[in-house]
């Protein structure tokens, strides 16, 4: 699946597989990639189309629009019943002490997975396994959850001052390509590795 590229029928087909199977079905290693590489050119192909004086382009332009919002649903779609699907899984392999298959799963989804086993396990055993045994389960004070308002605490502005190829973070997320001059909100330790590497400058 190496050279497999997204297309909006591509897309489609892949969200219809994954409603028509109960097992999670496998994508490629680089389907995130993919997809926002597929995303970004649909968006320059409109704004291409829509600096265009032509009798032809509204419609161009329509078609376009239409078919990026639907795959942007086809993707919304798609990662909600596969995280279903992940939510399930854990669940069965946290209950029942067995290990699962990996291999259709992403590695954002692994992380996933992991961490939903993990509290799943925690829970088990501090609580339900307490309960049993007729002890009360130690409680701890539960960890504040992130929103968009403290993303500011954990993000830096920055404006570059050299222009910077696209690349993946230690998040595993995609970031870029960007342009000289160019401003972006990103995590701490992405822009404090571009700051070290002087290639941008933090907005204060």
């Given at each position: 699946?190496?050279?497999?590229n997204?297309?909006?029928?591509?897309?489609?087909?892949i969200?219809?597989k994954e409603k028509s199977?109960?097992?999670?079905?496998k994508?490629?290693s680089?389907?995130f990639?993919?997809?926002?590489e597929?995303l970004r050119?649909k968006?320059?192909?409109?704004?291409s189309?829509?600096?265009?004086?032509?009798?032809?382009?509204?419609?161009?332009?329509?078609?376009?629009?239409?078919?990026?919002?639907?795959?942007q649903k086809i993707?919304?779609?798609?990662?909600e019943?596969?995280?279903?699907?992940i939510v399930?899984m854990?669940l069965?392999?946290?209950?029942s002490?067995?290990?699962v298959?990996?291999?259709?799963?992403l590695?954002e989804?692994k992380?996933?997975?992991t961490?939903i086993?993990?509290?799943l396990?925690?829970?088990r055993?501090?609580i339900?396994?307490?309960?049993?045994s007729?002890?009360?389960?130690s409680i701890e004070e539960p960890?504040?959850i992130k929103t968009?308002?403290?993303k500011?605490n954990?993000a830096k502005l920055v404006r570059?001052?050299?222009?910077?190829?696209?690349?993946?973070?230690?998040?595993l997320n995609?970031?870029?390509?960007y342009?000289?001059?160019d401003?972006a909100?990103?995590?701490?330790?992405?822009?404090?590795?571009?700051i070290?590497?002087n290639?941008?400058e933090l907005?204060?």
């Amino acid at each position: 699946m190496d050279d497999f590229n997204i297309t909006y029928e591509s897309l489609y087909e892949i969200l219809r597989k994954e409603k028509s199977q109960e097992e999670l079905q496998k994508l490629d290693s680089n389907f995130f990639m993919q997809v926002v590489e597929y995303l970004r050119t649909k968006k320059q192909i409109l704004e291409s189309q829509e600096s265009k004086d032509s009798i032809f382009a509204s419609a161009e332009i329509q078609k376009t629009k239409k078919q990026l919002e639907n795959s942007q649903k086809i993707l919304k779609e798609l990662c909600e019943r596969r995280e279903n699907k992940i939510v399930q899984m854990a669940l069965f392999s946290s209950r029942s002490e067995s290990r699962v298959d990996y291999e259709a799963m992403l590695i954002e989804e692994k992380n996933l997975y992991t961490s939903i086993i993990s509290s799943l396990n925690g829970f088990r055993i501090n609580i339900v396994n307490n309960i049993i045994s007729g002890n009360l389960p130690s409680i701890e004070e539960p960890k504040p959850i992130k929103t968009l308002e403290n993303k500011k605490n954990t993000a830096k502005l920055v404006r570059f001052t050299t222009a910077v190829p696209k690349f993946v973070g230690d998040d595993l997320n995609i970031y870029g390509p960007y342009e000289e001059h160019d401003v972006a909100n990103l995590p701490l330790k992405v822009a404090d590795v571009l700051i070290n590497r002087n290639r941008v400058e933090l907005i204060k």
